[in-house]
């Protein structure tokens, strides 16, 4: 980087020294037994990463949850449920309906109702507590902890940690001035590591050598996202490739909008024009009023499945809107399936 910018980035360095003092600090705590880690009466399967940004936490869970059901084992899923209302019940899903709006679950809990039918969602700071809702009212066999890495309260028998495999680490510089969320000395509390965004190995090779430096015994597995199709609000359903050669209009708010234009563009879509809103984003009838005068002259309005749920509560019109679906897939899945069954067949509750 130049000096002038290593200069404007000096103040945002000084305030991760704080915060990188009180995230070691709060690590410490939990690890010398301090702070109680709590702990439920079957296995805990946490999805987290290190970094802020998208690197796949909820397509993971999605596939997690499918993969466990076809094993025969039964699970909920507790997320935070971020930016969404302190609704008086955790319950967003029961598996079969949906009882809480993305505005009051936050998105990604509200997606995953969706996404999954059989598998209860719950929401709540304090994840325990939802926990022992579910135990009560479900019958489960373990929970799937949404964006847990860092969620140190509950005992987890599975750590899974994701990787961005384009960005990594980005500088190494902890927030505010870089993107890392901890110190990466806690890398060693991941049992295993999922690469996420793989498009071939090989450029995945040096992240994967720092990572066994850092973390010789975590076992590292790779994954990309492959396209399902295109959906309408009505549930009108398109193949993924029928937008090959169109001129799209591209619309997200998701924390890595980079990798949905990727996607498209390697369906074959054309992004002629393009509107980026910030993640979690509340659109309101202005942004739509913008999204229609923005998007004249294109053959699609292309967005996530997040932004969907989102924006088909509107009055779309004449608006021709379509959500590119997606589903992670993990390149070693019988050997990543397995080293998560052990949970189940080796803890005893």
């Known amino acids: 980087k130049s000096l002038s910018m290593k200069i404007l980035l000096f103040p945002l360095y000084l305030l991760s020294l704080p915060y990188g003092g009180v995230v070691r600090l709060r690590a410490f705590l939990y690890s010398a037994g301090i702070l109680k880690t709590k702990r439920l009466p079957c296995p805990v399967i946490s999805i987290g990463n290190m970094t802020v940004g998208g690197t796949g936490k909820t397509p993971l869970v999605t596939t997690l949850a499918k993969g466990l059901m076809e094993r025969g084992v039964s699970m909920a899923i507790l997320s935070r449920g971020y930016k969404g209302k302190n609704a008086p019940d955790p319950v967003v899903s029961d598996g079969q309906n949906i009882f809480l709006s ?112 850092r973390h010789p015994s975590a076992p590292i597995f790779h ?78 309005v292309v967005t996530t499945e997040k932004d969907m749920l989102k924006l088909k509560n509107f009055d779309l019109g004449n608006l021709s809107l379509r959500a590119f679906c997606i589903e992670l897939k993990i390149w070693e899945e019988e050997e990543f399936y397995k080293r998560v069954m052990e949970i189940f067949q080796t803890k005893s509750y």
């Not at 029928?242 to 890595?256: C, D, Q, T």
């Not at 990798?259 to 509340?282: Q, W």
């Open 102 to 213: 993305p505005e009051e679950s936050g998105d990604e809990p509200c997606l995953l109702s969706q996404s999954l039918k059989g598998v209860p969602v719950l929401v709540g700071k304090d994840r325990f507590a939802s926990a022992k809702v579910a135990l009560q009212r479900f019958k489960i066999q373990g929970f799937l902890l949404d964006d847990g890495f860092q969620h140190l309260q509950l005992h987890r028998d599975l750590n899974i940690l994701l990787i961005d495999s384009r960005i990594g680490f980005g500088d190494y510089h902890l927030l505010p001035r870089g993107i890392l969320r901890e110190p990466l000395t806690e890398i060693r509390r991941a049992h295993l590591i999922l690469l996420t965004k793989v498009e071939d190995l090989e450029g995945a090779r040096p992240l994967e050598n720092e990572l066994h430096r």
């Open 223 to 300: 994954s990309h996202y492959e396209p399902l199709g295109l959906i309408g609000p009505e549930g009108i359903w398109e193949a993924p490739l029928s937008l090959k050669g169109k001129k799209v209009f591209a619309l997200s708010g998701i924390a890595n909008p980079d990798s949905f234009t990727s996607l498209l563009k390697n369906c074959g879509m054309e992004i002629v024009k393009e509107a980026i809103y910030p993640d979690h984003h509340r659109y309101a009838e202005k942004d739509l009023a913008l999204i229609r005068e923005k998007s004249r002259g294109t053959d699609r």
